[in-house]
């Protein structure tokens, strides 16, 4: 067993990766094997018109006085103005916060909590896309830490306990809300710092499937093959196990059979419930599980170029199965399966891998991602800095094939 993430203080430790067991099938341990699993989780109240419960929720942690953090995006839409309603119907005074921008910077979680301290307010509300929930999960961090949000880069690196967390998604991708991730950009090294800990799982997640109607197409396309490139690296990841694994491969079932229809039925209530079920899902499988090699590349990427995290991911996922797959295919057979593909167990590995990487590309295709990096603004010559950032990235700990540097500038060059 390799314990890692242990800070020492018991109950702590945020990855449990067990070599002897890692190549089981879901399902089946083997007899005797002496596998832990640990889930965490925070309370979720699902489904339609479900926002006024955010109020509710953060009167019962004890708010009076609430941070609600939002962005311009969202508060064009709308959804902040309806949350604020219902919480000064539930006699809450909320102080509303909106200066972020997407892939949100060092600089403007630094402004946030500046503005929390100023505040005297107590519980802390997200309501927006990973990009808010994140900065949401930064404020609250500092608010109970100091320091700059740079000091927690890594594993389990917050000492303190933070203010209660509310989070209500607005995209069917990140699962920030129940993540134990907090993604920031950090504007000198350009590049995308990864904080994970326990402490950063909201305390509640409010989904509202109502709230994804407003997202723009691209959007909608970029969250959802995020959501998929959670399940898939959740499902192969060296942490995986029984508890995350039905999770992931329901969560690729649901973006599968679901995705496509709401780029054409925007309205389709059915079909949006179900994206917002696969975001949640993926998000529980890969906040145990942890990631891979697509999301230590994307976090390159996105520092550098600014660009939807979503839509790095559905570029470099095709070449990462292939990479994965070539060292350990089998584990592929069953994502090919919950993909509605022809494949059956004791089939070969490799065409299964195949199979998932060529529906991964054809699902990108469907809903409009680019086929290359380079269309994006990635230029060969990055390909050496954003390499070397990819071994720091604390998601390539548990890919399930182990990358050299020269490797990683490989795949970044066959995603150009
Ligand atoms: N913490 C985690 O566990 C985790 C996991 C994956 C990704 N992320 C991070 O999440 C960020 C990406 O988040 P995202 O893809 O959800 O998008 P986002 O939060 O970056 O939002 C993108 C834009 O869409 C707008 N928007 C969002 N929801 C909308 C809605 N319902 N209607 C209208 N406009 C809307 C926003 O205002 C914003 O302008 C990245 O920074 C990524 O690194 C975090
Ligand atoms: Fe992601």
Same mark, same amino acid.
């Given at each position: ?26 399902? #089946? ?23 006024? !419960?955010?109020? #509710? ?17 969202? &508060? ?9 309603? #219902? ?106 710092? /990864?904080? $994970? ?16 109607? /407003?997202?723009?197409?691209? +959007? ?13 690296? *959740?499902?192969?990841? +060296?942490?995986?196990?029984?508890? /995350? ?17 709401? $780029? ?14 696969? *975001? ?13 090699? &697509? ?32 060292? !350990? ?41 680019? &086929? ?34 020269? !490797? ?7 995603? +150009?």
């Amino acid at each position: 067993m390799v314990l890692t993430g242990d800070t020492g203080h018991a109950g702590d430790t945020v990855l449990l990766l067990d070599e002897d067991t890692m190549a089981d099938p879901p399902g #089946h341990p083997r007899e005797g094997s002496p596998r832990l699993s640990k889930f965490h989780a925070p309370e979720i109240v699902f489904g339609h018109d479900s926002l006024p !419960e955010a109020a #509710h929720a953060a009167v019962r942690l004890g708010a009076s006085r609430p941070f609600v953090v939002t962005d311009p995006g969202l &508060t064009e839409a709308g959804w902040p103005a309806e949350l604020l309603r #219902h919480m000064r119907a539930a006699g809450l005074r909320p102080q509303l916060w909106n200066e972020i921008t997407p892939n949100p910077k060092d600089h403007e979680i630094q402004a946030g909590y500046q503005r929390y301290m100023a505040s005297g307010c107590d519980v802390v509300l997200g309501i927006g896309g990973g990009s808010v929930i994140d900065a949401a999960k930064g404020v609250a961090l500092l608010s109970a830490n100091g320091g700059t949000i740079g000091d927690y880069e890594g594993i389990d690196r917050i000492a303190n306990p933070i203010p209660p967390l509310v989070m209500i998604p607005s995209t069917s991708g990140t699962g920030a809300d129940v993540s134990q991730f907090c993604i920031i950009t950090d504007t000198e090294r350009l590049t995308k710092i /990864t904080i $994970m800990g326990r402490a950063l799982v909201p305390d509640v997640s409010v989904i509202d499937p109502r709230l994804l109607v /407003t997202m723009p197409d691209w +959007l909608n396309a970029a969250t959802g093959l995020d959501a998929l490139t959670h399940g898939i690296e *959740a499902f192969v990841s +060296l942490a995986h196990g029984p508890l /995350t694994d039905t999770h992931a491969l329901h969560a690729v079932a649901l973006v599968h059979g679901n995705l496509p229809t709401t $780029m054409i039925h925007r309205h389709d209530d059915a079909s949006r419930s179900a994206m917002a079920q696969a *975001a949640l899902e993926a998000g529980l499988a890969f906040t145990n599980a942890i990631l891979g090699a &697509t999301h230590a590349m994307s976090h390159q990427v996105g520092g550098m170029l600014d660009l939807p995290h979503g839509v790095i991911n559905g570029v470099l996922l095709p070449h990462v199965i292939r990479f994965n797959g070539a060292d !350990e295919p089998t584990r592929f057979v069953p994502i090919a399966q919950a993909m509605g593909l022809p494949a059956r167990p004791g089939m070969p590995g490799d065409e299964a891998v195949d199979m998932v990487a060529t529906e991964v590309r054809k699902l990108a295709d469907e809903v409009g991602v680019p &086929t290359g990096l380079a269309a994006l603004g990635v230029r060969d010559q990055d390909v050496p800095r954003l390499a070397q950032l990819t071994l720091g990235d604390a998601c390539l700990t548990t890919n399930p094939r182990s990358a050299s540097v020269e !490797e990683i500038e490989r795949l970044f060059r066959e995603a +150009l």
